[in-house]
């Protein structure tokens, strides 16, 4: 157990939906990464957020959006779904000075849209 | 071409057997880290290392810098290390985002 804990596990919607994955980092992190990872693409790269600050994007859709709150969860919305968002998403999170640690990842969310 | 390369894709051994996956990057770096990915789909962390040699267990990770290459060695391999091991670089223009290659799937046989 990472300490890293996503909900729901499971998300299954329509085409045209919105949903919200919630992300709880580890105590005292303060870095939340969030990662996709689909058949076709693997695993990218899609948004960082440091204690509530976005610091760096990466391949996030106009239709994806993120934040960190003050206790430092962080939420990813997907909205307008299509098929191909179907996809495993991870968060990860990381200690105060994330160039030198580790990151933990959590077990992830599996989107299903049909 | 992808800036972190995995060989071999696919890998089966037998139980017992010494077990080497390489990584390849091509851009600067600060750190790598060997993750793994089991079926169930969660990833664990195995190590971050930027420099030298690391060993937990049965896993050791090996980096050169100069080379631009790291393995991932398992030695008297199990069923239950089956898994997919993915290779992951931070650090220079990417900061600390991790960049990923496409794994390798090792299956060991009893």
Not at chain 1, 8 to 26: D, E, F, M, N, Y
Not at chain 2, 85 to 99: D, F, N
Request: include cysteine.
């Amino acid at each position: 157990d990472s300490g890293v804990t996503q909900t729901p596990k499971h998300l299954i919607t329509a085409t045209g939906q919105r949903v919200t994955l919630r992300c709880s980092p580890r105590s005292g992190d303060l870095s939340v990464y969030w990662y996709q990872q689909s058949l076709d693409q693997g695993l990218q790269f899609l948004i960082h957020y440091y204690n509530g600050e976005e610091r760096a994007k990466g391949n996030i859709l106009e239709r994806f959006s993120a934040q960190q709150f003050p206790d430092l969860h962080s939420e990813l919305n997907l909205s307008s779904l299509e098929l191909g968002d179907s996809a495993l998403y991870f968060c990860a999170s990381s200690p105060r000075d994330p160039i030198y640690n580790e990151q933990f990842f959590g077990p992830g969310t599996r989107l299903t849209v049909l | 071409k992808n800036e972190v390369e995995q060989s071999p894709q696919n890998l089966t051994a037998q139980e017992g057997e010494f077990i080497t996956i390489n990584c390849s990057y091509s851009v600067g770096i600060s750190a790598l880290h060997w993750l793994q990915q089991h079926p169930g789909g969660g990833i664990v962390s195995l190590f971050m290392l930027s420099s030298g040699k690391k060993k937990h267990g049965r896993l050791i990770a090996t980096i050169n810098i100069q080379e631009k290459h790291s393995s991932l060695h398992i030695t008297a391999s199990h069923p239950r290390d089956s898994a997919v091991y993915i290779c992951a670089v931070k650090g220079g223009t990417s900061g600390s985002r991790l960049t990923f290659g496409e794994g390798t799937q090792l299956t060991v046989n009893p």
